[in-house]
């Protein structure tokens, strides 16, 4: 699927926007753009930046207006149901104890793992199901986010050198 957004951007804007652009999108996120500029040859050190950036640049938005956002979707029949799995996935995360307790840890642990359903983007939705005021929630996931590029680009860069 990676592949499909590299080669429709790729002839259309230079690389590292493409990876800029694949960083910002909700399911691929920072961990589809190291992948990408792995693919693209891009090195780390140019790579990283652009990455991180190009996450986090939706994130104080999504903090700033989801609800608003949510509850303006919530009146399209079609869309009503995907926007109420959203916010009940957000919330199921945001209802374990542990995320209760240690809510800041829990929320960088949950951005810092590097897995599907995890990221800024439903570390910004899990920030607004528990409240977090942006001051709180941008920092953490901003380091969150900074932790799964380290450990993505292990996988993508390093990783790929030794075989």
Known sequence: MIHDVINFLQNRVPDELVVFIISMLPIFELRGGLIAASVLHIPWQIAFPICVIGNMVPIPFELLFIRK????????????????????????KADSDTMRKYAGWGLFTLVAIPLPGTGAWTGGLVADVLDFRIKVAFPIIFVGVISAGLITSFFSYILPMLF
């Open 69 to 92: 956002i949510f509850n303006w979707l919530k009146r399209f029949a079609g869309i009503k149901r995907l926007v109420d799995q959203l916010d009940e996935r957000a919330k199921r």
